[in-house]
């Protein structure tokens, strides 16, 4: 690596970093579809005094959590909401969090389960029943679990508890005229009954359920993801120039993030084939590339065989990725498959850093076009090198659309109205 980005990933995350003093003014901001923007009340929208009937939920999620991300931020804030607000809540993950972030749950009054259906069917619903039993639960919510799983329905059913999943996954386009798609409509449809409602995070998402998944429209619901906002924004110079120096980068460089696991739906050779676009025009820029997965070697080859090992930086999974955003001069996400409604965009949004990415699945619920970013098509790298040079090259557009980005999450993605409409949805589920 040549002596002018000697980088340093083992620097952690500076402190101390304040959200922005302004808000953007982007004149005819129009969202497609409208999200509705939420209004908390003192208590996150909740008033107890108005509960007719008390909430028991457990939240869960099938994932291995290892760091604050936003699920389990969002788990987290749900939890604490309802603990405030006279109900009861506990999470249950596939493993146990790391123990300072069991603690964290621990010191809310979070109960925290191990609760994995890798151990068995039986043993799941043996376990899953008990708790339901036990703690009296009225709500049992799903997410990264099969749609209308067997395996959930029996444990959840003949206790007068609701089942509600959450649909937060991304897809790959498939026929659904085939045999496969007889058989998932007939299951679907039969087992429809025992599920309340599916909480799809995009209308794309809520879409494909319909169309994929056979679910009956008045069986969906859209609630769009959020992030914590006081956790993301933008660095100020000084700021950056520190965490620069800290990484081992020239203060002068141009910064561009990506943040997507390393598998090829995630497109993230079509940006290490445009990076080389880009440094032939402008040799001062620098990509990280934060994650981890089975393609990894393979585009660290690429990026080798481009000559660009000093410019393209894999970083691996990192817990610190808000100061990898606070310094970007652009993000990017070049989705091949059907994206769901994806934190990353979110969270560079909040961070006020324009995005480029690819016009794909629920990318442009997040993305306008033009105004809080620009999309390209998929699998286009040259497209994709034009609009990051767009932005790199007119820093007053960058700064009009990160404001227009960081404006839009705060009206529209935050966690709390996130929170705020889900447990509305539960208290419709308990009353009905």
Known sequence: MNDRNKVNLSTPEPEGRGLPSTRAQAEGLKVH?????????????LRAAERVKKLSVLTLIDMKPNKMGALEEYAFHLSKTLLENGHLAMVG????PPPWLMEKFKQAGIRVLRLSSSDGAIPFII??????EDYGLNIVHATFYPFYSPVLMVASMGNRCKLIYSDQMSRISHSSRDFKSLLRFL???FLQKYVYTIIADAEFIRESQIRDFHTKPDKTSVVYNG?????????DP???SETLRKLGVAPDTSVIVSIAQCIKAKGLGYLIEGAEMICQERPNSIFFIIGDGPERSALVQQATALG??????????RTDTEMFLSIADVFVLLSVWEEAFAFTLLEAMASSCPVVATRRGAIPESIL???????????????????ILKLLNDETLRQRIGLAGRERVERYFSLERWVGETIRIYEKAVSS
């Open 33 to 45: 579809p409208e999200p509705r923007p939420f209004t908390p009340s003192s208590k996150a929208g």
């Open 93 to 96: 993950f596939a493993e146990y």
């Open 127 to 132: 376990r899953l029943r008990k708790i339901i």
């Open 187 to 189: 299951k679907n449809r």
């Open 227 to 235: 992030v914590n906002l006081k956790r993301f924004a933008k660095a």
């Open 238 to 240: 000084a700021q950056k």
């Open 308 to 317: 660009l090992q000093d410019k393209v930086i894999f970083t691996g999974m």
């Open 369 to 387: 076009d033009g105004v809080t970013g620009i999309l390209v098509p998929p699998q286009d790298a040259k497209a994709t090198a034009e609009a």
